[in-house]
């Protein structure tokens, strides 16, 4: 009997040392026909990695994608016939890596600016036709009401108007002197010009993530904010167009104002986007509709910080610089059609790229 039961155990390690054999044959053979195609698709992902995709030919680019399908195709194969586990982790891997190079974004830090700027941002700002007019709304009629307003009493510009930043420039300031600070043509005028600019720019700045990041209130914050800013300016105007200065002082807003003012208003718009997302879902839940219009609501949000930027260049050289008034109205509104334009015409398909293949 004990010979018996040790000959049928000798005879199952023989056919299990069998069969273990068997699958490093039929592993070994696997590897054998296929190697060379995964070194090849190897070789690709590697130069890719390290280069992106542009380090590849044309040729190279499509035998890489072939690999990448050849390779699938085996990692298949070798989970159903249960091949050894070495073998299956090493197509893991080189199909994972594959993965990324065939169909990850391969653009850099530079690509993906570009790719904002000629699409990204145009294409956001044409979709957003609604919020900027709430935008532009709020600017508008913050600035009819202020102008009103300072005409029947002149003391409403000292409600509007922070000290801080309306320094001397008071309803009791001579012509001459308001004069002065619009073309710095004394010393101390030039010095306090240049300081308002500062303060100005930052006060826009933080007025802009406020009215930005308010609007999901409902917009109403971002509304009023916005309308608040117009009527400074509205009041603003008004006095210095009560000295015989409108002229002057419309030029020496607009060759900064325009893109200034631009951006206050963009900004609104992008609030306006999370606020209509939370007021006006439609078929999706609130928060869906809120993750949805976030994509939008930052590009604006990016354009109106771009704007800012822009703005505070010309307002603290070109505008110190220029003090021709009719230049100062070419150059403020000539920025005015610039991005008008910008955000119009860029990133529109062509009609051969908007019409299918046959």
């Not at 194969?77 to 070495?86: F, Q």
């Not at 010393?187 to 308002?196: N, P, R, T, V």
């Amino acid at each position: 009997m004990d010979i018996s039961i040790d000959g049928t155990k000798d005879v199952a390690t023989a056919a299990n040392a069998g069969v273990a054999q068997a699958d490093t044959l039929r592993s070994a053979r696997f590897r054998m026909e296929r190697e060379a195609h995964w070194r090849r698709l190897d070789e690709f992902v590697t130069r890719a990695e390290k280069g992106g995709a542009a380090a590849l030919s044309y040729d190279e680019v499509r035998d890489l994608a072939a690999g990448y399908r050849q390779a699938m195709n085996s990692l298949s194969v070798a989970r159903d016939i249960s091949l050894d586990r070495a073998l299956i982790a090493y197509l893991e891997s080189l199909c994972a890596r594959a993965y990324l190079v065939v169909y990850a974004p391969q653009e850099s830090l530079g690509g993906l600016t570009t790719r904002l700027l000629t699409h990204g941002i145009p294409q956001a700002v044409r979709r957003s036709a609604l919020p900027l007019f709430i935008g532009f709304l709020a600017l508008i009629l913050g600035a009819a009401a202020g102008y009103k307003l300072y005409t029947n009493d002149s003391s409403w510009l000292y409600t509007f108007v922070p000290p801080e930043l309306a320094d001397q420039r008071t309803p009791d300031a001579s012509a001459d002197y308001l004069r002065s600070t619009i073309y710095g043509d004394e010393q101390h005028g030039s010095d306090k010009l240049a300081a308002f600019s500062t303060f100005l720019f930052s006060h826009n700045t933080s007025i802009v993530i406020l009215i930005f990041t308010l609007g999901i209130f409902l917009s109403v914050p971002s509304f009023v904010l916005t309308f608040y800013n117009g009527l400074m300016l509205g009041a603003f105007y008004a006095m210095f167009a009560q000295k015989g200065l409108g002229y002057d002082v419309f030029a020496w807003l607009s060759i900064h104002g325009v893109t200034e003012l631009a951006a206050i208003a963009i900004a609104c718009a992008g609030g306006a986007r999370l606020g209509l997302a939370v007021l006006l879902p439609g078929s999706r839940s609130r928060r869906e509709a809120l993750r949805h219009q976030a994509h939008d609501a930052v590009k604006l949000a990016i354009l109106a910080a771009l704007m800012l930027i822009v703005a505070a260049f010309i307002e603290g050289f070109l505008r110190q610089l220029i003090q021709d008034p009719t230049l100062r109205l070419v150059i403020g509104w000539g920025m005015g059609v610039f991005w008008v334009s910008w955000l119009l015409f860029a990133g529109r398909e062509s009609k051969t790229e908007r019409e299918p293949v046959r």
